[in-house]
């Protein structure tokens, strides 16, 4: 058992900045690519209150004798590089779950419907992928080799795409681009 002294402290307060602040800001970039231009005051102004109960919090946290999270700890290169691939990755996921319907839609005129069925049948691999995953998992746990996998899936997912064209057909052009995206995720 820990030693009071070296226990961290409950911080209500902070906490509740950092729930409020992470809710505003998620909200706000979920309801961008729905409201943004047709009024992105609330939106901007949400970003900017949650951005700075987060900051609220961190300072508080930096600051503080026994802090709850210690964030120091985490300015390490390493930890913020790998930070920053998972952003740039959830970006690109985001990205490609947003726009390949408009892209199937809008692009290439299919009904909403078929769209729908596509996606659904690419983005199905995720499960057998983890199943596959999970089993190379429980042998070999160094994490780099998925790393290394799943973007180069990513990679030929981009691939596979970029070759699209207005004469592309959705299942033979356009679903296994999707397929190895769902192996990515």
């Known amino acids: 058992v820990m030693p009071v002294e070296k226990r961290s402290q409950a911080h209500p307060l902070p906490l509740l900045m950092m729930?409020?602040?992470a809710f505003l800001v998620l909200y706000s970039l979920l309801r961008a690519s729905y409201d943004f231009y047709a009024d992105p005051l609330p939106l901007v102004l949400g970003m900017a209150m949650g951005a700075g109960a987060l900051l609220y919090f961190a300072r508080h946290q930096?600051?503080?004798?026994r802090p709850l999270l210690i964030l120091k700890r985490l300015m390490v290169p390493r930890y913020l590089a790998g930070m920053a691939t998972f952003t740039l990755g959830y970006m690109v996921l985001g990205a490609n779950n947003y726009m390949l319907p408009v892209l199937m839609q809008g692009g290439l005129g299919f009904p909403w419907e078929v769209i729908g069925q596509v996606q659904s049948a690419g983005l199905i691999m995720a499960v057998?992928?983890?199943g596959i995953m999970f089993v190379i998992l429980k042998k070999k746990p160094a994490a780099k080799k998925f790393y290394?996998?799943?973007?180069t899936f990513l990679m030929v997912s981009g691939v596979l795409l970029l070759r699209l064209n207005g004469?592309?057909?959705l299942w033979t052009d356009v679903w296994p681009g999707i397929a190895v995206f769902g192996a990515f995720i």
Do not use: K, Q
């Open 19 to 21: 729930m409020a602040g």
């Open 128 to 130: 057998p992928t983890f």
């Open 167 to 169: 004469e592309a057909n």
């Open 148 to 151: 290394v996998t799943g973007f």
């Open 62 to 65: 930096h600051d503080h004798e």
